[in-house]
């Protein structure tokens, strides 16, 4: 099911991929965390956590309209089919277009991809021998092409995109669209990136792995294990964090329970 946040001219739309639990124990993921803080993360975000305690993620994506029948931008692209570069940890196949057709959204409608990162569960359907979206170019920092230049990323996503044209490089901040800007973010990988929409005085942030579970807004110093460079990232989480809260955004979350949360949960400061 989708769920959406008008802004502006624009609307802001939760897809839904899949959902399953982490291959880490949160524990050994965040191991900072105190038990005060988990019980306050759970308090916020209930399911991402099971009975049998779990943790489960949702895979989301992200799609921007503009107008009622407009243009779509996506930001991220999910785990993908059932043999994507997910299959060996995420619970493939993902429903990504069913998602986007159950929202009104036809695949040739997508003019651009935004990846937020480079992981398999954020690329899937964006990788060219299963993507729909055949005619959107996929955007991504300059920082994160050359770090996965090595990677099975290169052969699967980058190559095929650079020889058919649809691979858009960028360099820090860019504005992609009127009410539609890209936020240079690293440290969860060295180019990382978030999406900000924003119009008439509301906005919403996508912050893709820039948080990963409501402990960090409990407290965003808060490492997780999975970060590549763990000081970068605690910085662009706490910097963006504190910036969505002095706009007032409402941050949109790859894999928490809920699809948005106001930024006034998080907690700068770790209190």
Do not use: C
């Amino acid at each position: 099911m989708s769920a959406l946040r008008k802004i502006g001219p624009l609307t802001v739309i939760a897809l839904q991929d899949a959902e399953g639990p982490h291959f880490d124990q949160r524990e050994d993921a965040l191991p900072d965390a105190t038990a005060e803080q988990w019980a306050a993360a759970d308090e916020r975000d209930p399911g991402a956590r099971t009975a049998d305690g779990r943790w489960w993620l949702r895979f989301r994506s992200f799609a921007i309209r503009y107008g009622d029948s407009g243009p779509v931008t996506l930001v991220d692209a999910g785990i993908g089919p059932a043999h994507s570069l997910a299959a060996d940890w995420a619970p493939v196949p993902g429903h990504l277009p069913d998602e986007l057709a159950a929202a009104g959204i036809e695949a040739a409608a997508v003019e651009a991809v935004v990846l937020t990162h480079l992981h398999t569960d954020h690329i899937g359907w964006a990788v060219p021998a299963d993507s729909p979206f055949t005619n959107a170019r996929v955007i991504v920092q300059r920082a994160e092409v050359e770090a996965f230049a090595a990677a099975r990323q290169q052969d699967a996503l980058l190559r095929p995109l650079r020889d058919q044209g649809r691979l858009q490089v960028v360099e820090g901040d860019t504005e992609l669209s009127a009410g539609v800007r890209i936020l240079s973010t690293p440290g969860h990988t060295p180019g990382h990136q978030s999406v900000l929409i924003s119009g008439d005085g509301e906005s919403v942030l996508v912050t893709g792995d820039l948080l990963v579970h409501a402990v960090q807004l409990v407290d965003p110093a808060l490492a997780y294990g999975h970060d590549m460079d763990a000081q970068l990232a605690r910085k662009s989480r706490e910097e963006a964090l504190t910036a969505a809260a002095t706009r007032g955004s409402w941050l949109a979350v790859s894999h928490l329970g809920q699809p948005y949360l106001a930024s006034s949960s998080a907690a700068p400061n770790g209190r």
